[in-house]
């Protein structure tokens, strides 16, 4: 149909937040239309629901493809670049390529931080990190004493024991300052379903995202793509969201690294199982009546595992700090003994020159990094004192544990800012 990703990249690559300087590495959120923050403002357009608070999608023709579809599935492949996407779906004999030719091809940016805590509320709420105060992996929560892991809902030191701040009195439900989506599309008469792998359906992160939702587990891409099939063809007597999140790209990105055998042999097995169970057995009378997005929230960047970028081994930066730094390990926070903001800056400069930007929290917040719209005092709390932005392949490692990760995600690289979006009508 149309491939506008040349175009569209351009348009990012022009966009530049007012008032802040930032290395040329570094893309620029798009939150005024070219962002994953628009697309729930684009799904309320297009169920015809009240606007929500930030502008839809800005590419032109995808309202026009949206036009009298009554049902829309959106598939979110975790951790998938927009060059990467690009290059794997040249793979000799990969179906989705075909399918793909279809549509309409662009791009948008991931938000700041590009993180799933983060991307993944910005989606279901429609409001920004700076709204909505999931600021990354790991956060300080004030009202609670301690640095939390977002994804578990634990201490970040406690590994593999998930739901603890349950007993400490955090409620999932009601912990998001903001609203989510799913009732507001059900007010408009939206029937609302998720997909989840079993691992992480009903987990905390999901207790906050899908309220009205109705939720559905699977286990393995062949019966989450049949299980959406049978669903799809469900005669659509009300409008319908089906919103499919999956994470094992993601997870082999981490471990392998993004560019690795095993993030790619992943991503073709999931869309070999959506081509072959989902969109080649679609009944034609529901196709015709149906949108899929197709979109991840975030891409990874390769790096290496190196002692150097590993905090415990930097005493005389760590005993300048309050505390170990949060966010993630691509965008830290840190929170600073006073009078000592100055020598840390001198230190990341001469212990690692040209590896990380460091500014104020407060004017990253305040010139719309973390997004539009009045910042929550959560977020003042929850940024630290200063902001520590990464180049190439830097990071910091302050975990009291080995280092695991190969690939990586949180900066404001291209690999980690610039992802696919993929707009196709099936009939």
């Known amino acids: 149909m149309s491939d506008l990703t040349q175009e569209l990249v351009k348009r990012i690559r022009a966009n530049k937040l007012p008032d802040l300087q930032l290395k040329d590495d570094c893309i620029h959120p798009a939150y005024d239309g070219l962002s994953i923050l628009n697309l729930p403002g684009s799904l309320a357009k297009w169920f015809g629901a009240a606007e929500l608070h930030h502008p839809p999608i800005d590419i032109p023709g995808l309202d026009d493809l949206a036009k009298r579809a009554r049902q829309i599935v959106c598939v979110l492949?975790?951790?998938?670049?927009?060059h990467r996407f690009q290059r794997w779906l040249e793979h000799p004999g990969i179906k989705l390529s075909s399918w793909v030719k279809r549509g309409l091809s662009g791009a948008l940016t991931s938000i700041v931080p590009s993180t799933t805590?983060?991307?993944?509320?910005?989606?279901?709420?429609?409001?920004?990190?700076?709204?909505?105060?999931i600021l990354g992996y790991e956060i300080f929560l004030k009202?609670?004493?301690?640095?939390?892991?977002?994804?578990?809902?634990?201490?970040a030191v406690f590994d593999g024991r998930a739901g603890l701040l349950y007993t400490a009195g955090l409620d999932p439900e009601t912990f998001l300052p903001v609203k989510t989506i799913g009732p507001h599309l059900r007010h408009a008469g939206v029937d609302v379903h998720a997909f989840l792998h079993y691992s992480i359906s009903g987990s905390g992160l999901s207790r906050m995202h899908y309220p009205a939702v109705e939720a559905h587990s699977f286990a393995h891409p062949s019966d989450l793509w049949i299980a959406v099939r049978n669903l799809a063809n469900q005669k659509i007597s009300q409008k319908r969201l089906i919103w499919v999140y999956y994470g094992g790209v993601d997870g082999l990105s981490h471990r392998h690294g993004p560019d690795s055998e095993q993030a790619e042999a992943e991503f073709r097995v999931f869309t070999e199982t959506m081509v072959a169970e989902f969109l080649e057995k679609i009944d034609a009378v529901v196709g015709s009546e149906t949108l899929v997005i197709l979109l991840a929230d975030h891409g990874q960047l390769t790096t290496r595992k190196d002692p150097h970028y590993e905090l415990s081994n930097h005493d005389d930066l760590a005993r300048r700090l309050h505390m170990s730094p949060t966010g993630e390990n691509r965008l830290a926070y840190l929170y600073v003994k006073p009078g000592q903001g100055a020598a840390i800056e001198e230190y990341l400069r001469r212990?690692?020159?040209?590896a990380f930007s460091v500014l104020p929290s407060s004017q990253l917040l305040e010139t719309g990094l973390f997004?539009?719209?009045?910042p929550s005092p959560?977020?003042?709390e929850r940024l630290g004192d200063l902001t520590v932005i990464t180049h190439q392949d830097a990071y910091l490692w302050w975990a009291a544990k080995e280092n695991p990760l190969i690939g990586r995600h949180g900066g404001l690289s291209a690999?980690?800012?610039?992802?696919?979006?993929?707009?196709?009508r099936l009939g």
């Open 415 to 424: 690999e980690e800012m610039l992802v696919p979006l993929i707009a196709l």
């Open 117 to 133: 805590s983060a991307a993944l509320t910005t989606l279901w709420t429609g409001h920004s990190p700076a709204a909505h105060g």
């Open 351 to 354: 212990t690692w020159p040209g």
């Open 371 to 374: 997004g539009p719209g009045t």
């Open 143 to 155: 009202e609670f004493g301690l640095i939390a892991n977002m994804i578990t809902h634990a201490p």
């Open 77 to 82: 492949i975790d951790a998938v670049a927009l």
């Open 378 to 380: 959560l977020a003042r």
